[in-house]
């Protein structure tokens, strides 16, 4: 039996990038496989809804994500795999989440600031985007999160929403850790100074791409133009990003890729970079594929998933509803 609770979710929001497999995904798979924890895994549909998006497409982006948390090892009889919006309790939390959540704090998030200046209009839910979350989180008593460095500000917000609910109604919430990754930023092709993000299709792996289109892209990724491979993020940002995916995806050290490749020409390397990547995602494309083809087995999962889910989240709403004295 496990003691311990985890909760990560990913919005279906267009195709999966290697930032989100390094930063995310792979390390759900390997948490799953530890044993240590009862582990929750959600796609966050409601999150998605955010952000622009074409409603005659969520569906498939909702199964396609399902599909990417099972190709990429994920096993539904070992986790709880769910669609958020699957399980009402999350949004009727987030509601009561909001009548505690200080609007100063929501008004600094990173998240928010930069999302809501692409906006041409700014909905309230990007705003209260951070309150759904610790919905996710704390209706799970979950004490480990697995995510990305972009993600750590709202965790902080989460830890400090559980503190302060503890304090006004008593012990309800766990307060959460996150769980980084050795890679829980992985930086642009075209821009080694960003986040490789969905935003900017142009700078991303993802991980449905074939091996001609992942050559590609590595091959005209940006780095400076100078020689010789050492990991510096600093002076050679682009040769320090592709070390950190060269050396998640193929297992071996940065000290010695840098050993073997430190006199390669940036070509030579590069190459090497992206055969690894595409020998990684071979199996993880090949598995897709199929579950795609056979979306009645993904909805079998979501609806399995969402049966565990909706017990334990119902039985924490009665104690909240409890707490804060409703009926
Ligand atoms: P999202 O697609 O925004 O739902 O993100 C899913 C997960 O991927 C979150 O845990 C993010 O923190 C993580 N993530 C997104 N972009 C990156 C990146 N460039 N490097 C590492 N992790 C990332
Ligand atoms: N905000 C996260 C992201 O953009 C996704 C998310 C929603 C999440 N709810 C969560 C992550 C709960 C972890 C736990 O990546």
């Known amino acids: 039996m496990h003691t311990k609770n985890l909760v990560s979710g990913i919005q279906p929001s267009g195709k999966l990038h290697i930032g989100n497999y390094l930063g995310a995904l792979e390390n759900f798979t390997k948490l799953e496989a530890g044993g240590d924890y ?63 959540a200080p609007f100063g704090e929501l008004s600094r998030m990173t998240q928010f600031k930069d999302k809501s200046a692409r906006q041409e209009e700014t909905n309230i839910g990007l705003f ?17 999160v697995p995510v990305g460095d972009d993600q750590l500000q709202h965790l902080e917000f989460t830890r400090a929403l559980a503190r302060k609910f503890n304090h006004r109604f008593g012990e309800t919430f766990k307060e959460p850790e996150p769980l980084l990754t050795p890679t829980p930023r992985v930086m642009s092709l075209t821009d080694p100074m960003r986040k490789m993000s969905k935003s900017e299709p142009a700078g991303c792996l993802f991980l449905d791409d074939e091996p001609d289109e992942i050559m590609a892209k590595v091959m005209a990724a940006v780095t400076d133009s100078g020689t010789g491979v050492s990991y510096d993020r600093d002076n050679k940002p682009g040769i320090a990003n592709l070390l950190g995916i060269f050396s998640s995806v193929s297992g071996t050290s940065i000290e010695d890729l840098v050993k073997e490749y430190g006199n390669a020409k940036y070509s030579v390397f590069k190459k090497a970079v992206a055969k690894a990547v595409a020998k990684k995602f071979a199996g993880y494309r ?36 409890k707490k804060i004295g409703l009926l």
């Open 286 to 321: 090949k598995k897709k594929a199929k579950l795609v083809a056979n979306s009645e087995k993904l909805v079998k999962i979501a609806a399995r998933g969402a049966k565990t889910a909706n017990a334990v989240a119902n039985a924490k709403l009665a104690e909240i509803r």
């Open 38 to 100: 009862r582990c929750f895994f959600m796609v966050v549909d409601l999150h998605s809804l955010t952000e622009p998006y074409d409603p005659a497409l969520k569906g498939s982006q909702v199964l396609d994500t399902l599909a990417s948390f099972v190709a990429a090892g994920l096993d539904p009889k070992k986790s709880v795999i769910f669609v958020q919006s699957h399980v009402p309790a999350h949004c009727e939390l987030a509601w009561i989440l909001n009548t505690v």
């Open 128 to 144: 209260t985007y951070p309150v759904l979350m610790a919905a996710d989180i704390v209706l799970y008593d979950a004490e480990a």
